[in-house]
């Protein structure tokens, strides 16, 4: 996602708006060009701070209200076909045991040592009773994920459950609802969304036999997707196996809000260079406010924690952004504030006008790709 931000005209500032009037007069004491160089940088910065302080605060009050939830597993259930977790080794049955050295516990830190980093990670697990070890390219769990692709680990315990249902498609008129979990479908046990819509996708206008489970009943009916190779449902995963809850008071929780938004600017910052590096299509990489609507309106339908999470990765997102040395950012001006305290001296009016304008074409450009890019996707 790629969220722009907004406008604050600031009184004796060259900015966006090309505004130059005031350059032919004398310096006002409320003026912008009159601070120095702390209180200019402490300005043009306070829109970023402010984006990283309330990440900090939603991540620390989901700490500390919620604590914090994680599936007690290290197991691998399944591994996607020509997914990643295939392409670098790892196989269904591996139970992992450390990163780097590091024992992990549950399935976060798992993912968190593996997805978080561009580099390589040493992983030792357990295969067949065998202590084995692999080196795995982190790089490649977190391009998956900057595509918004799944990497293709799933720990033991993940089901595939129904989150929305077309009453008039074909899984509506076989009685699917919202809630049920899918246990297998034409006789072969489900444990991803990747197996469901290979099953499905493959079965055209074929009737397959869908078993599912609904509080403690077990159902069955016979399904046939359509020409399109679909049943109507939008599906979802759910860990139902043991969870490893932990508590926190207030400090440790402004801690886990301060570790969190560090992850989250790492992660932002990864994807950008891997943009630069190609290693992410733009086209995937980048949405605009269709796509933020659109991720907003399907976290809050998980619940109330799951948006809370999306809109401080968001206020992440958009600090990250705008504090990017580019013309027209709030980045850009900190460049053009660190070099006038440096030099002593104000930089020309034309210069900066110069700049302002290749920024706001960049920023023009990028509005109607990201719209197009929404609009397309």
Partial sequence: VFPIGGYVK???MVDESMDTDFVEKPPQPWEFRSK??????FMISAGVIMNFLLAILIFAGIAYFEGKTAAKTTTIEYVEPKSPAEEVGFKSGDKILAIDGKPVLTWDEVMNSLALKNSVSRVEFEREGVKQSLNVSSSKFFTAISKQESPGLNPSGTRTIIQIVETLR???KAGLKTGDTIISINNQPVLT???FMNIVSSNKETALPFVWKRGDQIMQAMIAPDKTGKIGVQ???????PILKTSYGVFESLEMGWNSMINAIKLQISGVVSIFQGKVAVKQAMGGPVMIAKMATQTAGMGLITFLSFMAMLSVTLAVMNILP???LDGGHLVFIILEGVFRREIPAKIKIGFQQVGVFMLLALMVFVMYNDLTR
């Fill in 170 to 172: 074909p899984a509506g």
């Fill in 326 to 328: 580019l013309p027209a």
């Fill in 10 to 12: 600031i009184v004796g």
């Fill in 193 to 195: 969304n990747a197996q």
């Fill in 36 to 41: 120095n160089t702390l209180q200019k940088a």
């Fill in 235 to 241: 599906i979802g995963q759910a860990y139902t196996g």
